[in-house]
T-cell receptor, first 112, second 113 residues
Framework: DAGVIQSPRHEVTEMGQEVTLRCKPISGHDYLFWYRQTMMRGLELLIYFNNNVPIDDSGMPEDRFSAKMPNASFSTLKIQPSEPRDSAVYFC??????????FGPGTRLTVT | DQQVKQNSPSLSVQEGRISILNCDYTNSMFDYFLWYKKYPAEGPTFLISISSIKDKNEDGRFTVFLNKSAKHLSLHIVPSQPGDSAVYFCAASDNQAGTALIFGKGTTLSVSS
């Protein structure tokens, strides 16, 4: 299995632009998680899905952030409009059951 | 308020010695605990886990100890190797409630040869 796939690996954009991060989970996994990692706050859970349904989005910082999972093999995290404080590494993870999560390589987002 | 705390941001150990990474938690409902390892430019990878019904779990050079009364767990790496140099994250969840993992901020381990 290829593992969790994230794209792009790096994204540089200007403030105010829309950013879309993509994730393909491991086939057969029923949970998908989006995390954000910063030096100040560490690894924060933004939102997670179970069987494509959002279960907990309390970690989503603002209405500028949205996530979708249209099917079992694809999810997006969108930021619109982006701001410099959104600069971070964003990880997607998937799991069978809610425990041993497998992480993707992350997307490093820089908003200038 | 941090529910999972790793109070040591960094740890330096010599090759061959024991590395002990510590983690404290505040939520008494947590019943499942995991350690993840992360290399630069990669995502965290699962290392070892322990359920609250146990106080020790061992996998090769890695052992996790759980002290429920103290709300404390530790990861022991024996012997430490230079390839173990990475950031180690502690994570916990309330399995009964089906909550997602809560991660600590990580400890950077440096193993020198």
């Amino acid at each position: 299995d290829a593992g969790v796939i994230q794209s792009p690996r790096h994204e540089v954009t200007e403030m105010g632009q829309e950013v879309t991060l993509r994730c393909k989970p491991i086939s057969g996994h029923d949970y998908l998680f989006w995390y954000r990692q910063t030096m100040m706050r560490g690894l924060e859970l933004l939102i997670y899905f179970n069987n494509n349904v959002p279960i907990d989005d309390s970690g989503m910082p603002e209405d500028r952030f949205s996530a979708k999972m249209p099917n079992a093999s694809f999810s997006t995290l969108k930021i619109q409009p982006s701001e410099p404080r959104d600069s971070a590494v964003y990880f997607c993870a998937s799991s069978l059951g809610a425990h041993e999560q497998y992480f993707g390589p992350g997307t490093r987002l820089t908003v200038t | 308020d941090q529910q999972v705390k790793q109070n040591s941001p960094s740890l330096s150990v010599q090759e061959g010695r024991i590395s002990i990474l510590n983690c404290d938690y505040t939520n008494s409902m947590f019943d499942y605990f995991l350690w993840y390892k992360k290399y630069p430019a990669e995502g965290p990878t699962f290392l070892i886990s322990i359920s609250s019904i146990k106080d020790k779990n061992e996998d090769g050079r890695f052992t996790v100890f759980l002290n429920k009364s103290a709300k404390h767990l530790s990861l022991h790496i024996v012997p430490s190797q230079p390839g173990d140099s990475a950031v180690y994250f502690c994570a916990a969840s309330d399995n009964q409630a089906g909550t997602a993992l809560i991660f600590g901020k990580g400890t950077t381990l440096s193993v020198s040869s």
